[in-house]
T-cell receptor
Framework: EPEVTQTPSHQVTQMGQEVILRCVPI?????FYWYRQILGQKVEFLVS????????KSEIFDDQFSVERPDGSNFTLKIRSTKLEDSAMYFC??????????????FGEGSRLTVL | GQSLEQPSEVTAVEGAIVQINCTYQ??????LSWYQQHDGGAPTFLSY????GLEETGRFSSFLSRSDSYGYLLLQELQMKDSASYFC?????????????FGAGTRLFVKA
């Protein structure tokens, strides 16, 4: 069964360093999302991306964050200068036109970011 | 903005029925989804209601009342493997495209 894949599964970085989290959405999906989940807390929306541009972003998604679809398969989240509070699990998700109408998001297994 | 309220945790016994309620406030409501998340895992889609009424998928059912801004997830014949967190999530369209906003989650403990 097709799935969303994310790399790395775990990254440890020093405060102030740049981090790039990578996602390969399901191949025929057109809508892409990044969410984050601080340990034990809720899943928080960061950004949605469609047709090579951001369609929605939350207050969390400030100038330190950026997303890119550098080729036909990868979808990346960059954090320019990490802070301690960026430590979280970051989930990538994707949907098709059909499943975006049925509310279904397909999530990857997540990338755990630890900022020291 | 959007807000969702759901109980923080629920405990039930194996074989029982449990209902997890969710109330929401949002200006661009399109539908209510439910997701299951086991510890250390990714959220997994369970169901979606765009219209009022009950949707049934096996042991799980979900209900929506748009006029009351309320929904619930009903889990029947509980099994130990159902112990997980359950999130209600609103599909919302406000200023731009669609986004799905999650509630804080309900931790379900199933006891033998």
């Amino acid at each position: 069964e097709p799935e969303v894949t994310q790399t790395p599964s775990h990254q440890v970085t020093q405060m102030g360093q740049e981090v790039i989290l990578r996602c390969v959405p399901i191949s025929n999906h057109l809508y892409f999302y990044w969410y984050r989940q601080i340990l034990g807390q809720k899943v928080e929306f960061l950004v949605s991306f469609y047709n090579n541009e951001i369609s929605e972003k939350s207050e969390i998604f400030d100038d330190q964050f950026s997303v890119e679809r550098p080729d036909g398969s990868n979808f990346t989240l960059k954090i320019r200068s990490t802070k301690l509070e960026d430590s979280a699990m970051y989930f990538c998700a994707s949907t098709t036109v059909e499943t975006t109408n049925t509310g279904e998001l397909f999530f990857g297994e997540g990338s755990r970011l630890t900022v020291l | 903005g959007q807000s969702l309220e759901q109980p923080s945790e629920v405990t039930a016994v194996e074989g029982a029925i449990v209902q997890i309620n969710c109330t929401y406030q949002t200006s661009g409501f399109y539908g209510l989804s439910w997701y299951q998340q086991h510890d250390g895992g990714a959220p997994t889609f369970l169901s979606y209601n765009a219209l009022d009424g009950l949707e049934e998928t096996g042991r799980f059912s979900s209900f929506l009342s748009r006029s009351d801004s309320y929904g619930y997830l009903l889990l029947q014949e509980l099994q130990m493997k159902d112990s997980a967190s359950y999130f209600c999530a609103v599909r919302d369209r406000s200023t731009g495209g669609f986004k799905t906003i999650f509630g804080a989650g309900t931790r379900l403990f199933v006891k033998a």
